[in-house]
Nanobody, 121 residues
Framework: QVQLVESGGDLVQPGGSLKLSCASS????????MKWYRQAPGKQRELVAV???????NYRDSVKGRFTISRDNANNTGYLQMNGLKPEDTAVYYC???????????????WGQGTQVTVSS
């Protein structure tokens, strides 16, 4: 059974920084893309950042230059470094990963339970 567990969410003042982690556990052969999504109250879940297995990254426009996605393949862990946080970044942040459980197997998508990020003075 594969689990993704996020951590690092907190209350932070505008302009502050947080680093989110997403630890993957279970019988994992390989992880393809890792992604961070967020969902603010009353809004749809939106993609924030994605990192491929080779390290290529992509970000939504509103976080470019402030957020950095990274991964530690040896430990099956993903990260989201968030700098220059704004009140509009307030949301529950979810990690998402496309995981292959065995060689030649299908890619399955897994979600974490979410971690709350609140940006407020």
């Amino acid at each position: 059974q594969v689990q993704l567990v996020e951590s690092g969410g907190d209350l932070v003042q505008p302009g502050g920084s947080l680093k989110l982690s997403c630890a993957s556990s279970g019988s994992i052969f390989s992880i393809f893309a890792m992604k961070w999504y967020r969902q603010a109250p009353g809004k749809q879940r939106e993609l924030v950042a994605v990192i491929g297995s080779g390290g290529n990254t992509n970000y939504r426009d509103s976080v470019k230059g402030r957020f950095t996605i990274s991964r530690d393949n040896a430990n099956n862990t993903g990260y989201l470094q968030m700098n220059g946080l704004k009140p509009e970044d307030t949301a529950v942040y979810y990690c998402n990963a496309d995981i292959r459980l065995r060689p030649g197997g299908y890619l399955n998508t897994y979600w974490g339970q979410g971690t709350q990020v609140t940006v407020s003075s």
